[in-house]
């Protein structure tokens, strides 16, 4: 509820968020939050609302940072009709999140200063942060490397040729060397193309009886091996984008222990999703890497659970409704995410609430430099000074997926219909609260 709203001023509303319990880094506790210019004024027990501020009612509910996706495609330029940049930050918004790493696979790609610089301008007036990742490869091509030094030089932390895999290892191994030259990222989408080929579901007795071309574990997990044994070799650090066997997980794992710098994410669908679901051949459950057995679902999960998997990331690849109308196999892979991962964690999870807003925020914000230690001013903690990136949210609402309301420009949401439990009530974005009572603001 509001007692008043209104367009931001320059330095922002003053708010005050009241009666939640604030969880962050440092734990939970029973608090107010005061938003004033922008910045989290005070955090009190108590805190008297100031005359005209908007005040946020948080009744029942988790204040916490703001949520940090490092896998969003925000499809602008080049793909405006199924999303852009403003359609993709409100969706963004409304699913919790102040801070989104844009994929680089739009077009023209972003590999070139010129392309970086285009989209960081077109995110001035976002309704949420938008930290542009740069690709590995020209053209994402995995021919020659991208400009890396240029593009880190306009801010850029983390470079993928995500939607396709870097496939030569010389190459990979020349790009590890050179990124931790500058201090950046490089995050790999693991998928040997000559394991991969043409599959459009994961290989196994479901892709036989169906009849649709199978992409084996073993294109994600020689990829995985091979990265890890060249970060070991060029002591190098590497992120793995939407891990989803099991396999995947216990290198990461073993990697892990053995103290090399490797982080790993996983996708909702991931975990809330299995192979069966291709059965009805809607391509809205065809995504890159495939659906996986149950088995492939408990892995994910228990690597989740144990601190294996450093954050969840959406993969959010909106896609036309048109393609839906292909055969499952011609269909483009991807499916929505932004709108639904912080309520499929919350549901589908056996974790405590903590747990999933470190896998959903602060990690996240920490990996690629986003959080204060880091220069940035997400994932918290909520204490005065802090920049005001924050979201709330009902950790026991129940709210039905309706894909026809969701923000983004497009509809492919697998998860229409699914009744979920944690809903995002408000979001407050550089102090503009950019959401208010699960609805969008501008
Ligand atoms: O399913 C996917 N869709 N996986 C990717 O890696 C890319 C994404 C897209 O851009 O549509």
Redesign the pocket.
């Known amino acids: 509820m509001t007692e008043r709203t209104g367009r931001t001023a320059p330095s922002g509303p003053t708010l005050v968020i009241r009666g939640g319990t604030v969880s962050d880094t440092t734990g939970e506790r029973r608090a107010d939050v005061l938003v004033a210019d922008g910045k989290v004024a005070s955090v009190e027990e108590r805190i008297e609302s100031p005359r005209g501020a908007v005040v946020l009612e948080a009744e029942g509910c988790i204040v916490a940072p703001g949520l940090v996706d490092l896998h969003t495609?925000l499809r602008e330029p080049g793909r405006e009709e199924t999303e852009t940049i403003e359609t993709g930050t409100r969706a963004a918004a409304l699913g919790g999140y102040t801070a989104v790493v844009a994929?680089p696979?739009t077009d023209p790609p972003l590999d070139s200063a010129e392309a970086v610089r285009n989209v960081q301008e077109l995110s001035l007036s976002a309704t949420a942060e938008v930290a542009v990742a740069g690709a590995i490869t020209v053209g994402r091509l995995g021919e020659r490397l991208a400009p890396m030094a240029e593009l880190a030089g306009l801010g850029v932390r983390l470079f993928t040729d995500?939607?396709a895999g870097v496939q030569s290892a010389g190459l990979m191994r020349r790009a590890l060397e050179y990124a931790r030259g500058l201090g950046v990222i490089l995050a790999q989408?693991c998928e040997d193309g000559s394991l991969a080929c043409d599959g459009a579901m994961h290989e196994g007795a479901w892709s036989s009886r169906l009849g649709i071309p199978g992409m084996p574990a073993a294109a994600e997990e020689v990829m995985v091996a091979r990265d890890i044994a060249l970060t070991r070799a060029t002591a190098g650090r590497i992120h793995f984008?939407?891990l989803s066997t099991a396999v995947s997980i216990e290198m990461v794992r073993r990697a892990k222990a053995e103290g090399l710098a490797v982080t790993a994410e996983v996708a909702p669908h991931h975990f809330s999703l299995t192979e069966a679901a291709t059965a009805g051949f809607d391509p809205l459950f065809?995504?890159?890497?495939p659906l996986r057995p149950a088995s492939d679902v408990e892995a994910v999960k228990l690597g989740l659970a144990d601190g294996t998997v450093d954050a969840i990331a959406t993969?959010h690849?909106p896609?036309a409704p048109e393609s839906r109308d292909l055969p499952f196999d011609q269909a483009?892979?991807?499916?929505l995410g932004l709108q639904t991962a912080l309520a499929l964690a919350v549901s589908e999870l056996d974790l405590p609430l903590q747990r999933v807003l470190a896998l959903l925020s602060w990690q996240p914000a920490a990996l690629v430099g986003l959080d204060p230690i880091g220069g940035g001013g997400q994932g918290g903690p909520i204490v005065p000074g802090a920049p005001a990136n924050l979201c709330v949210i009902d950790p026991t609402a129940t709210w039905t997926v309706d894909p026809s309301a969701l923000a983004s420009r497009s509809r492919n949401t697998p998860y229409a219909g699914r009744r979920l439990t944690g809903q995002v009530r408000h979001t407050v974005f550089r102090g503009e609260p950019v959401v208010i009572d699960a609805e969008a603001q501008r």
């Not at 065809?286 to 890497?289: C, G, H, I, K, L």
């Not at 483009?332 to 499916?335: E, Q, S, V």
């Open positions: 495609h994929m696979n995500d939607g989408h984008l939407h065809r995504v890159n890497p993969d690849a896609h483009p892979p991807g499916m």
